[in-house]
T-cell receptor, first 113, second 111 residues
């Protein structure tokens, strides 16, 4: 069983479209995260949810909106996609909020053309 | 401001060579984690160190946490092509803050 899963693995779309990425964890963790990894491989945190409550909302365009329907799921919806949104997006989870070990999903490679 | 500086940024070596990568900060961390990310996959935790001066070994990998808990190193003995990947360090500072990731060292081991 995959601990943290993301769908889709690859996403190719045109500028201006709206798309969603889904994430699920079966580890029973309370905290989930979204990271963006650019072409230079820098892992930048975007959002963090703890018990379905938004904890971190870094400086991210408001075109990005996370949604956590329950503790096991954290989805990312992106409106009006731009070329600069092209990156790999990683979902992760940890036992609780704080400096705990994080378990990452396989990533979603988003390409905006 | 990047709290965790990793060096070198890139490293390309021949199979069988030894190498050390570093993770440095001016801040004190309560714990330090090392992750490896292979191409096309997400980062995977290798080890966590929590005590100043602590040394942990994972087969050919040796991790050390600095005495002052501000820095850490990862030494690989007799590197193999399977060690190729992005090595990320991540520091934890308190119970109310998440991990802070460094920018990583991209290692390439050539057969």
């Amino acid at each position: 069983d995959t601990a943290v899963s993301q769908t889709p693995k690859y996403l190719v779309t045109q500028m201006g479209n709206d798309k969603s990425i889904k994430c699920e964890q079966n580890l029973g963790h309370d905290t989930m995260y979204w990271y963006k990894q650019d072409s230079k491989k820098f892992l930048k945190i975007m959002f963090s949810y703890n018990n379905k409550e938004l904890i971190i909302n870094e400086t991210v365009p408001n075109r990005f909106s996370p949604k956590s329907p329950d503790k096991a799921h954290l989805n990312l919806h992106i409106n009006s996609l731009e070329l600069g949104d092209s990156a790999v997006y990683f979902c992760a989870s940890s036992q609780d909020w704080g400096p705990y070990e994080q378990y990452f999903g396989p990533g979603t490679r988003l390409t905006v053309t | 401001t990047q709290l965790l500086e990793q060096s070198p940024q890139f490293l390309s070596i021949q199979e069988g060579e030894n190498l050390t990568v570093y993770c440095n900060s001016s801040s004190v961390f309560s714990s330090l984690q090392w992750y490896r990310q292979e191409p096309g996959e997400g980062p995977v935790l290798l080890v966590t160190v929590v005590t100043g001066g602590e040394v942990k070994k994972l087969k050919r990998l040796t991790f050390q946490f600095g005495d002052a808990r501000k820095d850490s190193s990862l030494h690989i003995t007799a590197a193999q092509p399977g060690d190729t990947g992005l090595y990320l360090c991540a520091g934890g500072q308190s119970g109310n803050t998440p991990l802070v990731f460094g920018k990583g060292t991209r290692l390439s081991v050539i057969a």
